[in-house]
């Protein structure tokens, strides 16, 4: 988390002294900013920013203290350095000694999210420029270039002689020699004047080599891990060291069996760890890696083709004509270039990018807020439009990992701690069993020095006891589990690169849906258009309460040749790429046919065929397509009737057209769509015209806003509104005309001044059917009890429509709206809150049978206070963020419909969402959800574009059926995974208690009972314990539990291992009161050892049952994997495995006696009498198991009791406050929410009152 923080374009560093300076000061840098003043010295800050901190100190390498490390690693024989290199911050510290940063050769990086501490250790490099003077230009080597370092106070760079610097998370952080600090290397341009931008001139090579020296190479090339470096890596971790050391005692125990056969398990997991390791390396390495060359321009104008690693931010490069994928982040200063972003989007779909404004007064650029003039790293660059003699011009700004391609990247290669319980919970349980390993070493070791054990025996069999309970073979059986689920999705189609979370992914209670592409199809179609007729009504408009019929609608095919079908065929940012018309899905609508493949971006092209127009661009170069006053026309076809069109728009009387001129619009320019406006529109030119005219289009209420209020009939409100409430997708068309307009100032005119006075011409209806996996998919996570909400870009009133139609809002549920009052927008306080009942998003019985009005809502709040859902716009969140937090909780546990969201704000959502303890899955096409999929427990794409690697999940089916699938693959790995671990712990603890009984003897299980019962049913059942498949059937409401460490997993362990012990005491006490006894008689200390007793025999008999009884017990089935004998391996190697026990009990052969060194007691009824406790056993374990754990504490015991506050998440206590606040929150007003203007987040900002200053 804290990489993304520093990957913020706003954040600033700062340091602290500690001491009063000098070699033994320390410093520490503030990587996370806001609001940070410069301590004092002789003081110490914390730096903190919400749950991240950050701190660096610095340290010098010292020599007494590595010669003492060094001998202490010999007098240990290794043992420490083994240690250390498990914790390297460690290492530094006893080989280095604390020093201000300004001294420093090494920086410890201490970063701190949450309850997670992560350190990172770097070296401080120096790099020096020539020894010459700096301003002696003749002086330098260009050998040994000058160093331009960035001053972001004044965005210029200046030459110095020598930089220090240390790279973190692939990020430069220069230190800065008047400030005393480290300072990570920003964006120069950010921030900067864009009409600064346009006046750069070229570097030259010295400036060049200079910058480069600095910021490094632009690549974002990965370097494969050495194989051996990655062998040595997985080895050395804390569990295959403690298998090293366990098959080394087994080995001088001379038990080589088994711990040949651990050999062999654990070299064949590194070895499939090294594979898969090598094999993500090369597969992300060979998804990023571009290499390529690239036309500079230099300062004597001149032009220079270098490689594309050698730019640096400053560099002016022309941009190639051909298809390409672009090496770094440039701002676009001539021409037109159209890109594919799928690689940072998702979606493949062209986009426009146009040069930056020059004209821009005191405009600063920001590559969010000018996306539409800025080239991204990674995206590939499909076609360039240039004026004759000019070039495509960019200027870059950001290269290597600083770019957005490479933020990606770190985001991938840096992804923030997962909050799982399941692997702390496992080190705590090793940490149990480690003590209870001690408990009996102490026991044991007491115990046979009162019997004078040799102190060489009594150190081997002690040894031997901690090996026998931490089980060695735990990472293979914990691993199998996730490696088996993560190949059913596979089958299934959906592919996961993080296997860690698919346990997590069984804990989900929650799933975000993004809408179009999602829930919907990707296509929209168009269903006819709604026109403003010339007495200023639209035709056949109908009462808002009825539902939207074909009389209100107009076919597109039945409309004659005017503005109406000329502003849908010119107002589009359609083009042509070598014959193929492409561009935006929405415009694809408004299209035509032209001769060539349409290419498909999953969308149909009925609307712009529906107006059967042509698009055609001149058969000439690229170089001179400027030149012509139209480089772009869309003509009718032939025979359709024309419309009287009003030359100029109607300003100068009706004017029938000239029969003899052809029908022809050229497109003259193009002011490209705009996410903060809401809007797009073209400059056109009828041929034979004297005048253009201005084509608008956008959502209505922005078009709304723009036109002429007598243009804008009254009745088009309840129109509108009639056809977002049943999911239609609406945008409106405006027009102007501009009957002074000149050409050469068509060019240069700001947008503003023509976008504005519109006439309004009609609405244009759209309808994104939905996918038919949406509603049963819904309903299932509805009924498994998984909440379900909408967090879209769309319009609010579709949104609600569709979450209707899709079952996300049940039918009679409520919902209200949360919004900011905009009349209190320019006050001085924070801005109250309105909650309205909306109307006609939800029928509710009680609010029928009780009447309308205030009371009403309240009486449909209060009859089902659970039941209402919250809904609220993008925008009003933000206010809500800023100025109401304590309201944020409210809206994440009751919120079911967040539009007009931008993707920033559906990663803050969810992360909100995740503070509150949920177990947040996030499904989205790709498309700007990709913050959103990065920040929630499980995300899953339904792309397969590159930005889906940014997801651990995806899925080749692009729909949401594939979110059951994976919340029921993840309940049964977790399940698995738990049921495994327990299992693993029980048989460490009954093998334990065998052997602590049988030392009581002096007596021990033989190397080959060993061998059995760690080979051939613990390896063979922990191995085919995770092939039971996910249960079928629906997803049931119950979920597993999340953590070991609960009241029913240790209940549960903890039956089991009393029933154990009981029956193996129980065996060993009862067998030496048979008459036919005989006592064991250890050997002497030059004989064999001979384990073969009674005792031996009792004991072991009823264990070897108990390992088969446990794994039958620990074996769970329905709701969340199939029964038992489903899986045909496992349940023939129980089989197989019981005879075997059976048949060594009851009548053992005598080749079975000798190999397991049996001693069978005389008595069959005696050893019928064992067999038939062992099987009482099981039935006692399952009662206890199933009777008493599962039906009497968990179901019915600990909801009385209530769980513990702690264990209990926060959005519980959210939803028990508003249970007991049901009827007076919320407060509703007195009048269901009307049709408001939906408010672009710029706009809201600016009409909010300044925030408080950070404290």
Known sequence: MVSKMISSDTVTSGFSNIGPGGEDQTASMQLLGGGFKRPSLGTKQKTTDGDESAVVLGFRRSAPLTALLWLAVLLTAGLLRLLLHWRPDWMLRCTHRRCHLRHATSVLVIERYKKYTSRFIHVVRTKRSSPADVEDEEAIDLEKPRLFVPDMATREFRAVTEIRFFRHKKLCHLWNNETERFERLEPVFTGQLMKELHNMKPLSVAEQDGRRAVFGDNNINLQLTPLLKIIFLEVLSPFYVFQVFACLLWFLDEYEYYATAIVVASTASVTAAVYQQRKNEKNLRRTIHVTDVVEVVRDDDSTQVVPADCLVPGDIIVVPSHKTTLCCDAVLLTGNVIVNESMLTGESVPVTKVPLPADSGLERYS??????????????????????????????????????????????????PVDFELQQDSYKFIGVLACVAIVGVIYSSYTKAMRDVPASDIALDVL??????????????????????????????????????????????????????????????????????????????????????????????????????????????????????????????????????????????????????QLEEPEMDET???????????????????????????????????????????????????????????????????????????????????????????SIRPVLD????????????????????????????????????????????????????????????????????????????????????SGLLPAGVPVVSVSVAPAALTGDGPPPLVYRLLERTAPCPAQAAAGSGDGAARLALAAEPGEYRLAVTGSDWEAICRYHPALVPRLAVRGAVFARMRPEQKQQLIERVKELGYHVGMCGDGANDCGALKAAHTGVSLSEAEASVASPFTSRTPDIGCVPNIVREGRAALVTSFGVFKYMAAYSLTQFISVIILYEKENALTDFQFLYIDMFLIMVFSGLFSLTRAYPGPLSRQRPSASLVSVTPILSLVCQIALVAAVQIWANVDVQRQPWYIPYKPAGPDEDDDFASHENFAVYSVSSFQYIWLVLVFSRAAPFRRPLYTNVWFSLSILINLVFCAWCVVHPADWMASWLELLPPPSLDWRLKLAGVAVAQLVVALVLEYGVVEALVTRRLLPRLGARASARPAHTFVSDRLAAEAGSWPPLSAAPAPAQQELSAEELMKRLPPAAPAR
């Open 464 to 613: 031997d006891l901690v090996t026998i309970v931490v089980p060695p073979a735990l990472p293979y059986a914990m691993a199998v589990g996730i490696i088996v689920g993560v190949e059913r999705l596979s089958r299934r189609g959906i592919f996961c690169i993080s296997p860690r979370s698919v346990n997590l992914a069984g804990l989900i209670d929650i799933v975000c849906f993004d809408k179009t592409g999602t829930l919907t199809e990707d296509g929209l179609d168009l269903k006819g258009v709604v026109r403003v007729s010339s007495s200023g009504d639209p035709p056949g408009a109908a009462s808002p309460d009825s539902d939207p019929g074909k009389q209100q609608l107009e076919s597109v095919s039945s409309l004659p040749v005017g503005l109406f079908t000329t502003g849908m065929a010119a107002c589009h940012g359609l083009i042509l790429i070598n014959g193929e018309l492409t561009g935006d899905p929405l415009d694809l609508k408004v299209s035509t046919e032209v001769k060539g493949e349409l290419i498909g971006i999953k969308v149909s092209i009925e609307m712009f065929e529906s107006t059967g127009w």
């Open 624 to 714: 001179s397509r400027f030149d012509v006053l139209a480089p772009t026309v869309v003509r009718p076809p032939a025979g359709l009737e024309m419309e009287t069109v009003p030359e100029g728009g109607g300003n100068e009387g009706n004017v029938e057209m000239d029969q003899d001129v052809p029908f022809e619009v050229g497109i003259v320019r193009q002011f490209v769509f705009s996410s903060s406006l809401q809007r797009m529109s073209v400059l056109t030119r009828r041929l034979g015209a004297k005048h253009m005219e201005l084509f608008c289009k956008g959502s209505p209420e922005m078009i709304m806003s723009l036109s002429d209020p007598e243009t804008v009939p009254p």
């Open 367 to 416: 590559p969010q807020l000018h996306g539409r003039h800025t080239l991204f790293s990674g995206t590939q660059l499909l076609q360039t439009r240039y004026y004759k003699h000019e070039r495509v011009l960019a200027v870059v700004t950001q290269t290597g990992f600083m770019t957005s391609k490479g933020q990606l990247v770190r985001s991938i290669l840096y992804p923030p």
């Open 722 to 805: 009639s056809y977002t409430q049943h999911g239609f997708r609406v945008l409106a068309l405006g027009h102007r005309p501009l009957p002074k307009l000149s050409y050469a100032r068509a060019q240069r005119i700001a947008r503003e001044e023509v976008e504005c006075q519109l006439t309004f011409l009609g609405l244009l209806v759209f309808e994104n059917r939905l996918k038919p996996q949406s509603r049963p998919v819904l309903q299932e996570l509805y009924n498994a009890d998984i909440r379900t909400v909408m967090v879209t870009g769309d319009n609010m009133l579709t949104a609600l429509s569709v979450a209707h139609d």
